[in-house]
């Protein structure tokens, strides 16, 4: 059988975690797989870095798009699409996760008549103030197939009626956490000469409803003060634009915060495997900290990922309230379910790719 081509769309720096994985497998698989690149971020420590410490091909295409309002960076990534796939379109669109950038490619290619096919499908927060949360419903109801990486995800698509083109194939960070601790366990890597010899707690800010109100932001930082150990923030773009704008300052320089640039995905996953405890409101971060077995603090009230709760390895603390506690507990019991799946999910992801039929020429 031969395979038609896939075309990854990909713009913001968790899809390029999850790409990697799935572009080692479609070459595996033998399928004809291109990537564009939407330039939803740009910086080097937020792109480019990831496609290097990953060994990605580079992108066909980066459109280059960068940063607007929801609505109008959205909108300006369907036309581009749109265009894209009318001089080049492959037989099916792969998306991943839940930000503008999954939602304009999938819509891009289902207004084409292309096959959409969304990893990372059926997570839901419940929390529809989430631009995310907006982009996962959208973008499953746009799929004809939809790749879950858990149970949960099976269960929230069957509930929308979606259960037919849907299909449990695990969690390709698992395949790409490993991967990325391998290689620093193998070889080291360099980090920022912020980071303490000593013990730790690994920060993560970024989401719209805790970084752009100064007296949300104020509260998360006075209650990170009062962790009794040096707390390392890899600082996103967002919040350090954020607090420029709002004159939130992030550290006094006398206190125990250390801010660092945003961080490579190895030096990410050696932060993980060295801090005491994780304090962050990424999705991402938080299966990360539980798969490399490290206690998480997450400053939101919901997750979409409820299995990284079972036995207090991550705990909701929106309020912060004796978030210092919190975030230097000792770490829980081992949990002997892996509900994220071996580490071949993208394998799984591309044979349930090739079995669904849109791939066939
Ligand atoms: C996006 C995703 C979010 C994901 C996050 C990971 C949406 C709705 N949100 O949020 O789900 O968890 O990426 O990082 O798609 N900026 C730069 N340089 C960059 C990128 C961004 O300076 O390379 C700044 C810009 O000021 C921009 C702001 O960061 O306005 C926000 O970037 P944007 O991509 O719009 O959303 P994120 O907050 O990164």
């Known amino acids: 059988m031969t395979t038609a081509q896939v075309t990854s769309v990909v713009g913001a720096r968790p899809q390029f975690v999850k790409l990697a994985p799935m572009a080692r497998a479609l070459d595996r ?27 990605i091909a580079e992108p066909s295409k980066n459109l280059a798009i960068g940063s607007g309002s929801h609505g109008a960076q959205t909108g300006q990534m369907l036309a581009a699409l749109d265009a894209e796939f009318s ?23 289902a207004k084409r008549q292309i096959s959409v096919i969304h990893l990372e499908a059926g997570l839901r927060s419940s929390d529809r103030a989430m631009p995310e949360e907006i982009n996962r419903i959208l973008t499953d109801h746009a ?5 879950a990486p858990t149970k949960v995800a099976m269960d929230h698509l069957a509930r929308e009626g979606l259960q037919a083109r849907s299909r449990l194939v ?11 601790k391998e290689r620093v366990e193998k070889n080291g890597t360099e980090l920022p000469p912020e980071i303490p010899s000593g013990p730790f707690v690994f920060c993560t800010l970024h989401r719209p409803v805790n970084v752009d109100e100064p007296r949300r932001l104020t509260h998360i930082l006075n ?17 350090v634009a954020a607090a420029e704008r709002t004159h939130v300052v992030l550290t006094s320089g006398n206190d125990n915060i250390r801010v660092v640039p945003p961080l490579t995905y190895l030096q990410t996953v050696s932060l993980l495997l060295r801090a005491v405890g994780i304090v962050t409101d990424s999705g991402g971060l938080q299966k990360e900290a539980f798969l490399l077995g490290s206690p998480c603090t997450t400053v939101r009230n919901t997750t979409e990922w409820p299995e990284t709760l079972e036995g207090g390895w991550n705990v909701l603390n929106n309020e912060c309230i004796n978030l210092d506690q919190d975030a230097v507990r000792p770490s829980p019991s081992p949990v002997s379910a892996n509900p994220y799946g071996q580490g071949d999910a993208a394998d799984q992801a591309v044979s349930a790719m090739m079995q669904s039929g849109l791939l066939n020429d």
């Open 87 to 109: 001089h080049n379109p492959p037989a099916a669109v792969l998306v991943y996760g839940d930000t503008n950038t999954t939602v304009a490619a999938a819509l891009a290619a």
């Open 170 to 180: 695990g969690d390709v960070m698992v395949d790409a956490c490993f991967y990325a």
């Open 223 to 239: 209650a990170l003060r009062l962790i009794p150990m040096p707390v390392v923030i890899a600082a996103h773009p967002r919040l």
């Open 143 to 147: 799929s004809d197939l939809l790749l």
């Open 29 to 55: 698989a033998s399928v004809r797989h291109e990537i564009i690149h939407t330039g939803q971020h740009y910086d080097d420590r937020m792109s480019a870095s990831f496609f290097r410490d990953l060994g």
